[in-house]
T-cell receptor, first 113, second 107 residues
Framework: EAQVTQNPRYLITVTGKKLTVTCSQNMNHEYMSWYRQDPGLGLRQIYY???????DKGDVPEGYKVSRKEKRNFPLILESPSPNQTSLYFC????????????FGDGTRLSIL | GQQVMQIPQYQHVQEGEDFTTYCNSSTTLSNIQWYKQRPGGHPVFLIQ?????EVKKQKRLTFQFGEAKKNSSLHITATQTTDVGTYFCAGAGKLIFGQGTTLQVKP
């Protein structure tokens, strides 16, 4: 089954404790991205990747890192999480960077105390 | 930078009433996509519009792309409880999302 898989689905952690949210897709998609969703603000892009070893900042990249060493994986790293990063995070992928439907993972709800 | 605005932010309707959400961009869009997110779920792709003035239908849903390719709308005829959720528009290659319109349908 074609899908985008995120882990964990839920995480409660404390300020400053490094964490990684994994994202994997099995559709051989070139383009992957991370979004955060906050009430009233919609989906805001954090980082995106157009292919392996090619990543770029989205609209809200501060406090986040990403890597794209393999085509299928695009982990999101919070080196020193802070409470303002408490949010619902979605990983998404699409075939290429142009005019393609985007497939989303089920989301990761992150709470940072 | 490019901005995509959606109105209204929330809409409550009685089942059977019609519903419309509007999407406006600060710049001309090469295409626009619409997504639906059910409560507790993730956004799911509905449709893409590419041509100026394009109109597409999916059963009770009608999607329009403006002549100037700077605005779009989604109209639902005779809403049902299954239509509940948040509808997002997203524009251009990087897919800049609007804030979404959350639809509540009262049975």
């Amino acid at each position: 089954e074609a899908q985008v898989t995120q882990n964990p689905r839920y995480l409660i952690t404390v300020t400053g404790k490094k964490l990684t949210v994994t994202c994997s897709q099995n559709m051989n998609h070139e383009y992957m991205s991370w979004y955060r969703q906050d009430p009233g603000l919609g989906l805001r892009q954090i980082y995106y990747s157009m292919n392996v070893e090619v990543t770029d900042k989205g609209d809200v990249p501060e406090g986040y890192k990403v890597s794209r060493k393999e085509k299928r994986n695009f982990p999101l790293i919070l080196e020193s999480p802070s409470p303002n990063q408490t949010s619902l995070y979605f990983c998404a992928s699409r075939l290429s960077s142009f005019n393609q439907p985007q497939h989303f993972g089920d989301g990761t709800r992150l709470s940072i105390l | 930078g490019q901005q995509v605005m959606q109105i209204p932010q929330y809409q409550h309707v009685q089942e059977g009433e019609d519903f419309t959400t509007y999407c406006n961009s600060s710049t001309t869009l090469s295409n626009i996509q619409w997504y639906k997110q059910r409560p507790g779920g993730h956004p799911v792709f509905l449709i893409q519009l590419v041509k100026s003035g394009e109109v597409k239908k999916q059963k009770r849903l009608t999607f329009q792309f403006g002549e100037a390719k700077k605005n779009s709308s989604l109209h639902i005829t005779a809403t049902q409880t299954t239509d509940v959720g948040t509808y997002f528009c997203a524009g251009a290659g990087k897919l800049i999302f609007g804030q979404g319109t959350t639809l509540q349908v009262k049975p």
